[in-house]
């Protein structure tokens, strides 16, 4: 359990602006007219409080109010390339940025939930002891922002208005975090005051690049207060360290969704995508997968791209489960973008229009952002985050593996604006979890019922990716979103069963799991290579949505429903016009009876660890390892689809 304002709460300990009067004369004190002027419209006292500590405890130069307007946004952009946080590329509007080498990713050994004695956070996250952290706040972050400025600015995470939405706001003395906020959320200055009343809270994120040396790496710290819905960032500057409005709140959301909507909410990992089916009907799906899985491209082969990353839901009045983008934008792995499977996001990185800002890629002669994979000619020389770079340099690739891209999603050819601003938040019929298998799970499943698609979820693996530092192996990843859940992994599954369980949700969605991944070795064939590619998600989407409107039949296995060979055959001509072989179709469809049992046993073990876990996850084990276990008795270790 988490109990909310709780301990001391450590940025207006550290701050020590304690009523709104102090806080009223430190602005008079510290900002010009102007800023003040601004501020002025910001009436909620407890989000006064808490930029008038961070101002305390900073002790910036100059602080500065972004109220979102074009002038706002254009000082910053210029602020950036003065100060030299980002500059520019050939194409206008395009700029780069570069983190420290050692900060190219989450830094999840630095990253903390700061807790209060005997509060459990989940076992697959750090935590630290409130005190601890207090102290460190206190020693590095009292006037880390000396000669800087202080940018602050109030957003909106999701359609201002929409029931799941959550107002934050952002403090950073970093104009590339700044910017980034910019392009990837709603500012909401002028309606902060009404969302917080609406919501009855908000996040605050405090972050200070400080010096910005390499040296000051090692102590740097990502800490999220639960209890105060506060986040501190130092030393660093990757938008998955900093940016705590992103990743940060996304945890807080969740703990919204466990402690405070427990059956009502969820805060997920998950896309946003619409598919357009027979005459023209528009399904609407989010789905789940680990950082550097595929996530962006699976949403961008939508029809209705709506975001790459997050998701709030709800269930509506209709008993329908609705969900909201809390973004605006993408941040999104550059890594193998290419004209073939992402047309839509090649044109706003190659072509002027969108505003881009590129992080730790390869900036060649000419000022041309390059990237692995990006599918042109490697260049000559360049430099990139680890400075001058050619191809003989053999242990430095050309572009960091998590280079990224930001930018905002209307810029996307295919994304639905009017989708993304609905403040009623779209339907979501079908649900889908991906991971990292290259072995087990077909490319394509769906659940039998809600508790077995809680399970899909609950039981996702993922190889290790360069989004995170320090993370290696094979790794559990319930729901895709472990890493921002920072509750008991037990709390989490209720919060799932509870939801897709509530009889309220009378228009229950499809669940199913995804597996991009699978390997011709496992699948009795030789080498390393993958089953499919790419732009086989058309297809894989395109079943989704006509199997969730019953246009398409499947065939019953004991870990669910998978596809007839004759439906794939007809929409991999008709989406992707893709030959499409029966034998390729029995290689990713056959059940490896004892890999798949294998892999139970060991979600189960893994489950069995976490004290106080629904009894309903092992129910769905027990039930698929019978039917497997049966099948085998029947027909054997591989049995093929076309013999169930
Ligand atoms: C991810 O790694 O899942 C991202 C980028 O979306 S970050 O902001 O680093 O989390
Ligand atoms: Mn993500």
Same mark, same amino acid.
């Given at each position: 359990m988490l109990e909310f304002?709780?301990?001391?709460?450590i940025l207006s300990a550290v701050?020590?602006?304690?009523?709104i009067g102090e806080a009223r004369q430190l602005f008079e004190q510290r900002l010009d007219r102007e800023q003040l002027a601004r501020l002025a419209?910001?009436?909620n006292e407890e989000a006064l409080l808490k930029v008038a500590n961070a101002i305390a405890m900073c002790e910036p130069d100059q602080v500065f109010i972004h109220t979102g307007s074009e002038e706002d946004k254009a000082f910053v952009r210029r602020m950036s390339l003065e100060k030299g946080e980002e500059k520019e590329l050939a194409i206008a509007g395009h700029t780069i940025h570069f983190d420290l080498p050692e900060d190219q990713g989450r830094m999840v050994d630095q990253t903390f939930y700061i807790a209060n004695e005997g509060e459990q956070v989940s076992s697959l996250a750090k935590k630290e002891l409130r005190d601890q952290s207090h102290a460190y706040v206190r020693e590095h972050?009292?006037?880390?922002?000396?000669?800087k400025t202080m940018l602050v600015g109030f957003y909106s995470r999701?359609?201002?208005?929409?029931?799941?939405s959550i107002p934050a706001i952002e403090i950073s003395s970093s104009t590339y975090v700044m910017h980034s906020a910019e392009l990837l959320y709603r500012n909401c200055f002028a309606d902060f005051d009404a969302e917080v009343a609406r919501r009855g809270e908000f996040f605050t994120n405090v972050h200070s690049e400080g010096?910005?040396?390499?040296?000051d790496v090692p102590k740097a710290r990502i800490y999220m207060d639960r209890s105060w819905q506060t986040t501190f960032s130092t030393f660093c500057t990757y938008a998955g360290n900093t940016?705590?409005?992103k990743k940060g709140n996304h945890r807080f959301a969740s703990d919204c969704a466990m402690y405070k909507h427990n059956g009502e909410e969820l805060s997920e990992h998950m896309f946003i995508t619409g598919m357009t089916g027979p005459g023209g009907r528009k399904t609407f799906f989010a789905g789940a997968a680990p950082s550097g899985c595929g996530k962006t491209t699976t949403a961008m082969v939508g029809s209705d791209f709506v975001g790459d990353d997050l998701a709030q839901m709800w269930i509506e009045e209709d008993g329908t489960l609705r969900a909201v983008n809390p973004e605006i934008g993408i941040f999104g792995?550059? %890594?193998? #973008?290419?004209q073939e499977g992402d047309p839509y996001l090649m044109k706003c990185l190659r072509q002027p229009g969108a505003e881009v800002i590129f992080s730790n890629v390869l900036v060649d002669d000419q000022g041309k952002p390059r990237w692995v994979g990006d599918g042109e000619p490697v260049p000559e020389k360049g430099v990139n985050y680890q400075g001058e770079w050619t191809p003989?340099?053999?242990?430095?690739?050309?572009?960091?593996?998590?280079s990224r891209c930001t930018l905002?999603? %209307?810029? #996307?050819?295919?994304?639905?604006q009017a989708a993304n601003a609905d403040p009623n938040g779209l339907v979501i019929e079908v649900i889908t979890y991906s991971g990292r298998d290259?072995?087990?799970?077909?490319p394509i499943w769906v659940a039998k019922n809600m508790d077995a698609g809680v399970a899909i979820g609950a039981s996702i693996v993922s190889k290790a990716t360069a989004?995170?530092?320090?993370a290696s192996g094979v790794n559990r990843q319930p729901w895709a979103n472990t890493p921002f859940v920072a509750g008991s992994l037990a709390d989490y599954l209720d919060a799932q069963l509870n939801f897709y369980g509530?009889?309220?949700?009378?228009?229950k969605p499809t669940m199913a799991g995804l597996n991009y991944f699978l390997t011709h070795e496992a699948r009795?064939?030789?080498?390393?290579?993958?089953?499919?590619?790419?732009?086989?998600v058309h297809v894989w989407l395109g079943w989704l949505e006509l199997y969730t409107h019953g246009d398409v039949e499947a065939i019953e296995t004991p870990i669910g429903m998978i596809p007839k060979y004759e439906d794939l055959k007809r929409l991999f001509t008709e989406k992707i016009n893709k030959e499409y072989p029966l034998s390729l179709y029995t290689m990713q469809f056959s059940l490896y009876i004892e890999n798949v049992i294998a892999r139970i046993d060991l979600q189960e073990a893994a489950w069995r660890k976490?004290?106080?876990?629904?009894e309903r996850l092992f129910a769905v084990y027990a039930e698929q390892k019978a039917g497997l276990l049966q099948l085998k008795a029947e027909r054997g270790e591989i049995v093929k689809p076309q013999d169930l």
């Amino acid at each position: 359990m988490l109990e909310f304002k709780k301990g001391v709460d450590i940025l207006s300990a550290v701050g020590g602006v304690l009523t709104i009067g102090e806080a009223r004369q430190l602005f008079e004190q510290r900002l010009d007219r102007e800023q003040l002027a601004r501020l002025a419209k910001i009436t909620n006292e407890e989000a006064l409080l808490k930029v008038a500590n961070a101002i305390a405890m900073c002790e910036p130069d100059q602080v500065f109010i972004h109220t979102g307007s074009e002038e706002d946004k254009a000082f910053v952009r210029r602020m950036s390339l003065e100060k030299g946080e980002e500059k520019e590329l050939a194409i206008a509007g395009h700029t780069i940025h570069f983190d420290l080498p050692e900060d190219q990713g989450r830094m999840v050994d630095q990253t903390f939930y700061i807790a209060n004695e005997g509060e459990q956070v989940s076992s697959l996250a750090k935590k630290e002891l409130r005190d601890q952290s207090h102290a460190y706040v206190r020693e590095h972050m009292r006037g880390i922002m000396r000669g800087k400025t202080m940018l602050v600015g109030f957003y909106s995470r999701g359609p201002v208005g929409a029931k799941a939405s959550i107002p934050a706001i952002e403090i950073s003395s970093s104009t590339y975090v700044m910017h980034s906020a910019e392009l990837l959320y709603r500012n909401c200055f002028a309606d902060f005051d009404a969302e917080v009343a609406r919501r009855g809270e908000f996040f605050t994120n405090v972050h200070s690049e400080g010096p910005n040396r390499s040296e000051d790496v090692p102590k740097a710290r990502i800490y999220m207060d639960r209890s105060w819905q506060t986040t501190f960032s130092t030393f660093c500057t990757y938008a998955g360290n900093t940016l705590l409005m992103k990743k940060g709140n996304h945890r807080f959301a969740s703990d919204c969704a466990m402690y405070k909507h427990n059956g009502e909410e969820l805060s997920e990992h998950m896309f946003i995508t619409g598919m357009t089916g027979p005459g023209g009907r528009k399904t609407f799906f989010a789905g789940a997968a680990p950082s550097g899985c595929g996530k962006t491209t699976t949403a961008m082969v939508g029809s209705d791209f709506v975001g790459d990353d997050l998701a709030q839901m709800w269930i509506e009045e209709d008993g329908t489960l609705r969900a909201v983008n809390p973004e605006i934008g993408i941040f999104g792995i550059i %890594e193998d #973008v290419n004209q073939e499977g992402d047309p839509y996001l090649m044109k706003c990185l190659r072509q002027p229009g969108a505003e881009v800002i590129f992080s730790n890629v390869l900036v060649d002669d000419q000022g041309k952002p390059r990237w692995v994979g990006d599918g042109e000619p490697v260049p000559e020389k360049g430099v990139n985050y680890q400075g001058e770079w050619t191809p003989a340099m053999t242990k430095v690739p050309m572009s960091h593996p998590n280079s990224r891209c930001t930018l905002r999603a %209307e810029n #996307v050819g295919n994304h639905n604006q009017a989708a993304n601003a609905d403040p009623n938040g779209l339907v979501i019929e079908v649900i889908t979890y991906s991971g990292r298998d290259s072995n087990t799970m077909p490319p394509i499943w769906v659940a039998k019922n809600m508790d077995a698609g809680v399970a899909i979820g609950a039981s996702i693996v993922s190889k290790a990716t360069a989004a995170e530092i320090g993370a290696s192996g094979v790794n559990r990843q319930p729901w895709a979103n472990t890493p921002f859940v920072a509750g008991s992994l037990a709390d989490y599954l209720d919060a799932q069963l509870n939801f897709y369980g509530n009889p309220r949700m009378t228009r229950k969605p499809t669940m199913a799991g995804l597996n991009y991944f699978l390997t011709h070795e496992a699948r009795g064939g030789t080498g390393k290579g993958l089953l499919g590619e790419k732009r086989d998600v058309h297809v894989w989407l395109g079943w989704l949505e006509l199997y969730t409107h019953g246009d398409v039949e499947a065939i019953e296995t004991p870990i669910g429903m998978i596809p007839k060979y004759e439906d794939l055959k007809r929409l991999f001509t008709e989406k992707i016009n893709k030959e499409y072989p029966l034998s390729l179709y029995t290689m990713q469809f056959s059940l490896y009876i004892e890999n798949v049992i294998a892999r139970i046993d060991l979600q189960e073990a893994a489950w069995r660890k976490e004290a106080g876990a629904s009894e309903r996850l092992f129910a769905v084990y027990a039930e698929q390892k019978a039917g497997l276990l049966q099948l085998k008795a029947e027909r054997g270790e591989i049995v093929k689809p076309q013999d169930l």
